[in-house]
């Protein structure tokens, strides 16, 4: 599977942590000692836990070595370490905040998945989760028809799908694990220099399995034909620039304390 590229990734740094922040300042524990963020990438997320919660134990995970090593190096204050949250066999202990910005939609069987995120948290932790929601945005309807063009032969390529459920269906898993829980949606309107700097911006996440796919020759065609794609799909602002809706999924969700029994 194509490996991810931290530098391509933090091209557009700011963007992809606001989510974060945001997702943060939700987060109701006062004190909390010990923090899990899953799917760290390069570290700017669990930089964001570090600064809102100095004094907790703050671990990021992921699976991509070029991530980790990319993490450690820019903040080599912070504990991170290569591993797979669907790999059971691993015990990384409990936490009071288990966190995760823009990674479990990479990851299936969310319905499995959720309630094991649960069972490590601590009595009365969070869980916080960030998911992209974005298949209804142009740029992302326009992928999904080029990649499906023949020519491209990705049928035969084992490509990382989205793992998303429903927001309903969402609603449902957390209602059946907590009855203290939140759910919102944010769509960012992200100001894009040009249409380059778009494809530049899925380069280094959505389209990343299909570029290991090709050639260079191949991959510089594949660009080009989204590129112009979407060049007829969307228009410059008066100031020249392009908006780019990025539409994302949150939830918040506590381990309540077990009601003691008479």
């Not at 910005?101 to 932790?125: S, Y």
């Not at 410059?236 to 029994?261: D, L, M, W, Y």
């Given at each position: 599977?194509?490996?991810?590229?931290?530098?391509?990734?933090?091209k557009f740094?700011?963007q992809?942590?606001?989510?974060?922040?945001?997702?943060?300042k939700?987060?109701c524990?006062?004190?909390?000692?010990?923090?899990l963020?899953?799917?760290?990438?390069?570290?700017n997320?669990?930089?964001?836990?570090?600064?809102?919660?100095?004094d907790?134990?703050?671990?990021?995970?992921?699976?991509?070595?070029?991530?980790i090593?990319?993490?450690?190096?820019t903040y080599?204050?912070?504990?991170f370490?290569?591993s797979?949250?669907?790999?059971?066999?691993?015990?990384?202990?409990?936490?009071d905040?288990?966190f995760?910005n823009?990674?479990l939609?990479?990851?299936?069987?969310h319905?499995?998945?959720?309630?094991?995120?649960?069972?490590?948290?601590?009595?009365?932790?969070v869980?916080?989760v960030?998911?992209?929601m974005?298949?209804?945005?142009?740029l992302?309807?326009?992928?999904?028809?080029v990649?499906?063009?023949?020519?491209?032969?990705?049928?035969?390529v084992?490509i990382?799908?989205m793992?998303?459920?429903?927001?309903e269906?969402?609603?449902?898993i957390?209602?059946?694990?907590?009855?203290?829980?939140?759910?919102?949606?944010?769509?960012?309107?992200?100001?894009?220099?040009?249409?380059?700097?778009?494809?530049?911006?899925i380069?280094g996440?959505?389209?990343?399995?299909y570029?290991?796919?090709?050639?260079?020759?191949?991959?510089q065609?594949f660009?080009?034909?989204?590129?112009?794609?979407a060049?007829?799909?969307?228009?410059?602002?008066?100031n020249g620039?392009?908006?780019f809706?990025?539409r994302?999924?949150?939830f918040?969700?506590?381990?309540?304390?077990p009601?003691?029994s008479i």
């Amino acid at each position: 599977m194509a490996e991810w590229n931290s530098e391509l990734y933090l091209k557009f740094k700011n963007q992809r942590t606001q989510p974060s922040i945001d997702l943060v300042k939700r987060i109701c524990i006062q004190h909390p000692h010990s923090i899990l963020d899953i799917g760290c990438g390069p570290g700017n997320s669990t930089k964001v836990l570090k600064d809102f919660f100095p004094d907790a134990e703050v671990l990021g995970i992921d699976n991509s070595e070029n991530m980790i090593a990319k993490a450690k190096e820019t903040y080599p204050d912070i504990t991170f370490q290569i591993s797979d949250i669907t790999d059971h066999s691993q015990n990384l202990g409990k936490f009071d905040i288990i966190f995760s910005n823009a990674c479990l939609q990479w990851v299936p069987d969310h319905k499995t998945l959720l309630p094991a995120l649960f069972e490590k948290l601590n009595e009365n932790g969070v869980l916080a989760v960030q998911i992209p929601m974005n298949e209804k945005e142009m740029l992302f309807q326009i992928v999904n028809d080029v990649v499906c063009e023949e020519k491209w032969k990705f049928a035969s390529v084992p490509i990382e799908e989205m793992k998303t459920l429903t927001c309903e269906d969402y609603f449902d898993i957390l209602s059946s694990l907590t009855s203290q829980f939140d759910v919102w949606e944010t769509v960012y309107y992200h100001n894009m220099p040009s249409i380059d700097s778009m494809i530049d911006w899925i380069k280094g996440s959505r389209l990343r399995p299909y570029l290991h796919a090709l050639n260079e020759a191949d991959q510089q065609l594949f660009l080009s034909e989204i590129a112009e794609k979407a060049s007829h799909a969307y228009k410059k602002q008066e100031n020249g620039e392009i908006i780019f809706k990025f539409r994302r999924f949150f939830f918040t969700a506590v381990r309540s304390a077990p009601h003691s029994s008479i």
